[in-house]
């Protein structure tokens, strides 16, 4: 029982953390309508640029995760600019395979600067806390903390201010949208920069738990594109809600198979989710 | 207020749709444009709110020439265009859809939306709902709240009772009379030409991109060959 229970803390704790990236592919999505794979690689970049300044300057796990912000997203427009946007007269599944080889390029660009060797962040090491047989980290309290602030942060910025309505309108109705002043290019141009920055942000508070390498953000592709899937692509709550089933599902799984499995969880919880719905759980579009 | 001549436009380079068309519209009117299908009505409305590309004429809004601007700058030299369909944001609730629609100006929006709260208490009611959870006829309100949020000196509607429901039909035709009767001026293009016409001070009919007669709304909704037009008869 307990070990369940184990199981479904971890999970959870897993999936707040996946639901940050997903969080990023989820928006992009929602704003100019394409699969953005690259997310994987924007979190890699996001989760080195963390470890540089946390073992070079001693910078925190806040300030870190602000620097890998900035630069999944600027790493993110830098990409877009330079390729995606130009292929998007070519359809959305061109757009898609193109941010596949976007992942790949930046992956070998971090591996040729950092090398393939396993980092570590310079964290103080703490004794886990025991309550009712269940072990919890102080790491991970802190970094849970962490992803709930930016979710809720996503959240009230997406619902309260002005540029975070516009960004809402333009995803649902673009032409109408510029009908009022709102320049959907610009926006989604922005869109791209808080989603790989949000991906640069959940590639370090992965990163914290274990260590990273340049696979780090590839490796956790499979689940932040079954989280995102699962909620409905496009649906905010949705990516969060995907995250955390994934999460727990990924967690209960190795219970019983080989932890080799675990990724298979993501591919067969989007095969039965999507069968049954599929819009995904909260997604709103019929297309 | 509204002075559109020679309005020559088209999509692509497929044949002009619009000829040459000229529309007036003073203030204090309703004016309604009908044609049989094809004719170029809501293409004509759109070359008047910046969102079709002009190829020759020009459009003056209160003597200012504005035939260079944009959409935007239409909108901020005082034209409301309210399109026919997915005129609103679905996904969001009617409040934040008014508000999004002062994006380009949000200052004073709060008491803008209550003015339209205040005129259309049904939008008030439902103010948290999602937007594409109104029936048809809200939905249109919702979607002439949103143009007037703009502050507009000229309200341009594109069919603004397609798809309705007759009671829902007469019942937005009021709105209509009601916002003119408070002052604003409205042009609009309407597949319902007779009881459009009804309710206008002119009309103006369009055939193949160009204007083929106009008139007061009754007396071209009496003319025989109006009638013959748009009734089959």
């Known amino acids: 029982m307990t070990i369940v229970a184990q199981a479904i803390l971890n999970g959870i704790m897993t999936g707040m953390l996946i639901a940050i990236p997903a969080l990023g592919l989820t928006a992009i999505f929602a704003v100019l309508r394409y699969v953005n794979f690259a997310i994987g690689a924007y979190a890699t970049v996001g989760a080195f640029a963390a470890w540089y ?17 900035v630069a999944g997203g600027v790493v993110g427009l830098i990409a877009e600019q330079t390729a995606l946007a130009r292929l998007r007269p070519s359809g959305a599944l061109a757009v898609a395979i193109a941010s596949i080889a976007v992942n790949l390029i930046l992956e070998n660009v971090i591996r040729f600067i950092f090398g393939n060797d396993l980092q570590g962040f310079d964290l103080p090491i703490a004794r886990d806390w025991r309550f009712a047989g269940l072990r919890f980290g102080p790491q991970q309290l802190q970094t849970a903390t962490l992803a709930i602030v930016i979710m809720a942060v996503v959240f009230l910025f997406l619902r309260f201010t002005r540029f975070g309505k516009a960004m809402r309108a333009v995803a649902d109705n673009p032409d109408l949208g510029r009908l009022f002043g709102m320049d959907p290019a610009r926006i989604a141009m922005i869109t791209v920069v808080l ?4 991906a640069g942000v959940g590639g370090v508070l992965l990163g914290l738990d274990t260590a990273i390498d340049p696979m780090t953000g590839s490796r956790l592709l499979l689940s932040i594109f079954a989280a995102a899937v699962l909620g409905g692509l496009g649906s905010i709550p949705g990516a969060v809600l995907g995250a955390v089933m994934i999460g727990v599902g990924e967690e209960l799984a190795v219970l019983v198979l080989p932890a080799t499995y ?22 709103e579009r019929n297309t | 207020m509204l002075k559109a001549e020679g309005l020559v436009a088209g999509y692509g380079a497929a044949e002009e749709i619009l000829k040459g068309a000229w529309i007036d519209v003073e203030a204090g009117e309703i004016v309604t444009i009908i044609g049989p299908n094809g004719a170029g009505k809501s293409t004509l409305l759109k070359a008047i709110a910046g969102l079709v590309p002009l190829k020759g004429g ?5 003597g200012a020439d504005v035939t260079r601007q944009d959409a935007l700058g239409r909108s901020k030299a005082g034209l409301a265009f309210v399109m026919q369909e997915k005129n609103v944001f679905g996904t969001m609730s009617v409040a934040e859809n008014l508000d999004i629609a002062s994006f380009g100006n949000s200052s004073g929006m709060a008491a803008r939306r209550e003015a339209i709260y205040a005129r259309y208490p049904v939008l008030a009611e439902k103010r948290k709902a999602m937007a594409r959870t109104l029936s048809g006829g809200q939905r249109q309100l919702l979607a002439m709240g949103m143009g007037l949020m703009t502050e507009p000196k000229l309200l341009l509607l594109d069919e603004p009772t397609a798809g309705l429901s007759p009671k829902a039909a007469e019942e937005l035709f009021m709105a209509i009379i009601e916002l003119n009767q408070s002052g604003l001026p409205v042009l609009m293009v309407e597949q319902h030409a007779l009881e459009a016409l009804e309710i206008s001070t002119r009309g103006y009919v369009i055939v193949t991109g160009r204007n083929a007669a106009t008139g007061g709304g009754k007396e071209l909704a009496a003319d025989p060959e109006v009638r013959r037009l748009f009734l089959g008869g």
């Open chain 1, 195 to 198: 989603g790989a920055g949000l």
């Open chain 1, 53 to 69: 300044v946390n073992t070079r300057f001693g910078l925190g796990v806040f300030p870190a995760a602000l620097v890998a912000f």
């Open chain 1, 262 to 283: 675990r990724s298979a969880v993501g591919f067969a919880t989007i095969l039965l989710i999507l069968s049954l719905r599929p819009a995904g759980i909260l997604g």
């Open chain 2, 58 to 62: 020009t459009v003056k809004m209160n």
